[in-house]
């Protein structure tokens, strides 16, 4: 392909693009496909001669597209957004067009040099301590690609610093806390590290948060034990309900701990920080006075096309500390003279996306006001959500509802059953069959979770393209498949599964 063939082959692909947007509404969510229905179109290895680009793009439109899920769709209810925006696909563009793994300075010094600025506006727009800012010259933020790798980097870090600091710490000895809400990134990152994990319980009165007391507890049985935990992964906005960790009673604990690094994983909630009204539930005054880390997605619910994760340490000096290494080959000017930031040394691989370029074009195109807008918009759709569900009479809420994220479940009225004698096996049972016929909409897409044995279904708003009308028909939807449910659910297992 040359410049003219791009030019034409790239006005199609924006047109073909737009098209799709506007065609979003009438599409189903959920892609109908089998698994394997690719291999039946797609040859086994790649063609020999070259191919004509535009019937590649129309493959692109006959095959792929039918097997794609359409988290874009205003009917995307399940998981957590990926909202992303038209903003970010032309800044993505851009970045595609320099091809550039930016991993020093010197490698292209604007892909670094915006980086450090826009990670400063980032933190400027979620209300962060400047002890986090690029220009505080201590701390900083970096982009990494997920909160998993954002974990991995802070738990490399946290570990590398205690054992500076504890030389005689055996490696076997060092645990990392959770809880049993954690996003699986902390088992994870436990896992690729050879680590002990711990998961402490939360209960439903606390919200699934974890509260002080339990923190301290188990940390003063692993003190007797020998063990040595040396990182807590905290969470402000759970994936399963929106939890959020108990944040000022931690720090209270911590005090006592100084040697526990205390990363806040707010991968979904982060971005809400951006708005005053939900900073004192988010706890931003804590994590701003004491967290060694702070990671949110913008790829999730901050209009940034994935990936977009961005972290921030209190002390970049622990991060270098524990990644830099720096052969011959990768040793520069600038680099030697420590006059430039090298972000290869921020994270775990040598080469980055640049990604900056999506955040710079964001913040820009939105403004920190449109930014706000979006996601009070987000979280006033779902509060449309939640007044529905508490006039429902067979629908009722499981949690409370945490910004644009709602846990509901079916459950029948007391007048319909005596429900004190349902257990929770049979409540259950009822919910699966509920959840299983609203995942066999295609038009609709939400998720089941398990809190402490309950079993749930979640619906998260984010999609740019989520009116209120969107929200009126899922909660229909949702209300007659609830009824339905529960006839069948009578009629079959209601016999057998109330007790006494
Ligand atoms: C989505 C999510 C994650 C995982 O995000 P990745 O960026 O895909 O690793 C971690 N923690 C929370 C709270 C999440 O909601």
Not at 18 to 27: A, I, P, R, V
Not at 44 to 68: C, N
Not at 386 to 400: A, K, P, R
Request: aromatic share 10%; with cysteine.
């Amino acid at each position: 392909m040359d410049i003219e063939q791009f030019r034409k082959a790239g006005y199609q692909a924006i047109d073909r693009i737009c098209d799709y947007y506007y065609s979003l509404n009438e599409q189903s969510v959920i892609s109908k496909v089998e698994p394997g229905y690719l291999r039946e179109h797609i040859p086994l290895a790649a063609p020999e001669k070259g191919e004509d680009m535009q019937v590649i793009a129309d493959d692109y439109q006959k095959y792929i597209i039918p097997g794609l899920t359409h988290w874009q769709h205003p009917k995307f209810f399940a998981y957590f957004p990926t909202a992303g925006s038209f903003e970010s696909i032309i800044a993505d563009l851009y970045a595609s067009s320099v091809s550039n793994p930016g991993f020093n300075w010197s490698c292209s010094p604007a892909c670094t040099e915006l980086e450090v600025i826009v990670m400063d506006w980032a933190a400027k727009l979620l209300g962060l301590s400047p002890d986090f800012y690029n220009s505080s010259g201590v701390g900083g933020g970096c982009i990494q690609t997920t909160a998993s790798d954002s974990v991995l980097v802070a738990v490399v870090a946290a570990r590398s610093l205690y054992q500076r600091n504890y030389p005689d710490t055996k490696m076997e000895d060092l645990v990392i806390y959770t809880t049993t809400q954690t996003h699986s990134l902390g088992a994870k990152a436990a896992l690729i590290l050879g680590l002990q994990v711990k998961t402490l319980e939360v209960t439903a009165e606390d919200r699934f948060a974890l509260r002080g007391e339990g923190l301290r507890s188990a940390l003063q049985e692993d003190e007797r034990g020998g063990r040595k935990p040396f990182i807590l992964i905290a969470t402000v906005g759970t994936t399963s309900s929106g939890a959020v960790d108990n944040i000022p009673e931690i720090r209270e604990v911590v005090k006592d701990y100084p040697s526990l690094w205390v990363h806040i994983d707010a991968a979904w909630a982060g971005v809400a920080l951006s708005c005053d009204e939900y900073r004192k539930e988010l706890y931003l005054d804590e994590i701003n006075s004491f967290a060694n880390s702070f990671c949110t997605n913008f790829h999730k619910w901050g209009l940034v096309n994935f990936d977009c994760s961005t972290l921030w340490v209190r002390d970049r000096k622990h991060l270098t500390d524990a990644l830099d290494i720096t052969p011959p080959f990768l040793r520069t000017k600038h680099g030697d003279a420590g006059t430039v930031i090298d972000f290869r040394n921020w994270h775990l691989a040598l080469g980055r996306r640049f990604r900056s370029l999506k955040m710079w074009f964001v913040f820009r195109g939105f403004g920190a006001e449109g930014f706000r807008e979006y996601i009070r918009r987000c979280i006033r759709l779902n509060e449309i959500f939640v007044g529905l569900i508490e006039q429902s009479n067979t629908l009722s809420l499981v949690t409370q509802p945490s910004l644009a994220l709602t846990v509901f479940r079916v459950s029948p009225m007391p007048e319909s059953s005596n429900q004190a004698a349902l257990s929770t096996q049979s409540l259950n049972e009822l919910n699966r069959l509920f959840f299983g016929r609203l995942s066999s909409k295609t038009d609709i897409m939400l998720t089941q979770t398990t809190l402490n044995g309950t079993f749930c279904v979640r619906l998260a708003v984010g999609s740019a393209h989520t009116t209120e009308k969107h929200v009126h028909e899922a909660f229909a939807l949702v209300s007659e498949e609830a009824k339905i449910a529960l006839e069948l659910w009578k009629q079959t297992f209601q016999g057998a599964a109330v007790v006494g």
